[in-house]
């Protein structure tokens, strides 16, 4: 079964830090990513990951947030630091088994799970 389940939401201070981690089952996946949604507004691609490890990262969280995965567990992971108000979000992994085109997943091919909520207070 195609499937993808993230962990590791929750709520945090200004300046803290967070895991994401998302275990992908059922298929083999070249491109997988993180989105993220804050009400009201459209959904974000955060940042990417392909099968040979090359990232891509959204301008606002550069610096800040690290994606990488753990081929052996099926997992893949968004270290966020420094974590700021306007990082509070639901966030999504996706992965697609295309390759990433340009950095960017094609999320209109992806298998999504079915969000973590990611909560900065100030």
């Known amino acids: 079964q195609v499937q993808l389940v993230e962990s590791g939401g929750g709520s945090v201070q200004a300046g803290g830090s967070l895991r994401l981690s998302c275990v992908a089952s059922?298929?083999?996946?070249?491109?997988m990513g993180w989105f993220r949604q804050a009400p009201g507004k459209e959904r974000e691609e955060v940042a990417t990951?392909?099968?040979?490890?090359?990232?891509n990262y959204a301008n606002s969280v550069k610096g800040r947030f690290t994606i990488s995965q753990d081929n052996a567990k099926n997992t893949l992971y968004l270290q966020m630091n420094s974590l700021k108000p306007e990082d509070t979000a639901s966030y999504y992994c996706?992965?697609?088994?295309?390759?990433?085109?340009?950095?960017?997943?094609?999320?209109?091919?992806?298998?999504w799970g079915q969000g973590t909520l990611v909560t900065v207070s100030s």
């Open positions: 990951i392909d099968s040979g490890g090359s990232t």
């Open positions: 996706a992965a697609t088994a295309r390759v990433c085109l340009g950095g960017t997943l094609r999320r209109w091919l992806a298998v």
């Open positions: 059922g298929a083999t996946y070249n491109c």
